[in-house]
């Protein structure tokens, strides 16, 4: 297990983890012996622990992440990381791990376009320069816009496109130039 693998790495005990990532000590015992499955930890705890080990949350999942979860999932980790990491640690995470162009180089388009249009929309929500390492990607886009599934949800209940209509007005830009419609990414419980 990586986490195992980590400790013995930075040459502290589990102890020691548990107080500097302020995570109960039974849970990473739980988490060190395999009793609780990494991947289903929440997005608070893999934080705390990969902060306390200096790593980010996917290489203390990379083992367990061989499947692709479903974008609504993905968009809703990435919105509680935004939240609970808050906008300028996430960016620096993003982007110093590279998982923009991980995820581009694995042909998960979405879910790079979306971490992208979510740099860029915090960047300029923060009024921080853009990162130019992914004007390649910033020239591509999908090639039909994905809707919110609540949107298309309320489509199919009115039998119309009005939602979708007033969905595009909404969008944010950044999302809405990769074709993604997205206008909610802090209003996270």
């Known amino acids: 297990m990586i986490i195992n693998e980590l400790i013995k790495q930075k040459s502290i005990t589990k102890y020691r983890l548990a107080k500097t990532s302020n995570v109960p000590h039974t849970t990473i015992l739980d988490i060190c012996n395999g009793k609780t499955k990494i991947e289903k930890c929440s997005v608070?705890?893999?934080y705390k622990?990969?902060?306390a080990l200096d790593v980010s949350i996917e290489t203390?999942?990379?083992e367990k992440m061989e499947h692709r979860s479903n974008f609504e999932i993905y968009k809703s980790n990435i919105c509680h990381l935004v939240k609970d990491m808050g906008d300028i640690d996430f960016i620096i995470e993003t982007l110093e791990a590279n998982k923009i162009r991980?995820?581009?180089q694995k042909q998960w388009f979405p879910e790079c376009f979306y971490l992208?249009?979510?740099v860029d929309y915090l960047s300029r929500e923060n009024d921080l320069p853009i990162c130019s390492d992914y004007n390649d990607i910033r020239a591509l886009r999908l090639k039909e816009t994905l809707y919110p599934v609540g949107i298309l949800t309320m489509c199919a209940a009115f039998?119309?496109?009005e939602p979708k209509r007033?969905?595009?007005q909404e969008a944010i830009p950044e999302f809405l130039h990769f074709n993604i419609v997205e206008s909610e990414v802090r209003n996270v419980c």
Do not use: G, R, V
Request: glycine share 0%; charged share 20%.
């Open 102 to 104: 991980t995820l581009y």
């Open 159 to 161: 039998q119309n496109n």
């Open 166 to 168: 007033e969905s595009l």
């Open 44 to 46: 608070d705890t893999l």
């Open 60 to 62: 203390l999942i990379e």
């Open 49 to 51: 622990i990969a902060k």
């Open 116 to 118: 992208l249009a979510m």
